[in-house]
Nanobody, 122 residues
Framework: QVQLVESGGGLVQAGGSLRLSCAAS????????MGWFRQASGKEREFVATINWNGGITYYADSVKGRFTISRDNAKNTVYLQMNTLKPEDTAVYYC???????????????WGQGTQVTVSS
């Protein structure tokens, strides 16, 4: 069992930056692939980024590639999402997720956090 708690969301102007954190409980964090997803109001949840168990493999949605960076610190049981050059269309609730395989499909992840709101003003 893994419990995930996101933090770091907030209100930022377009062009600004935020860093999201996702703290995980449990001693098996390093065995999980981690993902970030987001859900804007009235829209379906969409994939943002994923990282494998040791941080050696990352993958991004085209919409965030070059602006967002996913990373992890297994010693701290934490995964991060550094978001730069934010745009109003990045406004959403951001969720982190843990799964046994690295994937872009939300259905492949077993554990989810409660989410953190990111709002980008124009």
């Amino acid at each position: 069992q893994v419990q995930l708690v996101e933090s770091g969301g907030g209100l930022v102007q377009a062009g600004g930056s935020l860093r999201l954190s996702c703290a995980a409980s449990g001693r098996t964090f390093s065995s999980y692939a981690m993902g970030w997803f987001r859900q804007a109001s009235g829209k379906e949840r969409e994939f943002v980024a994923t990282i494998n168990w040791n941080g050696g493999i990352t993958y991004y949605a085209d919409s965030v590639k070059g602006r967002f960076t996913i990373s992890r610190d297994n010693a701290k049981n934490t995964v991060y999402l550094q978001m730069n050059t934010l745009k109003p269309e990045d406004t959403a609730v951001y969720y982190c997720a843990a799964g046994s395989v690295q994937a872009v499909a939300a259905s492949m992840y077993d554990y989810w956090g409660q989410g953190t709101q990111v709002t980008v003003s124009s």
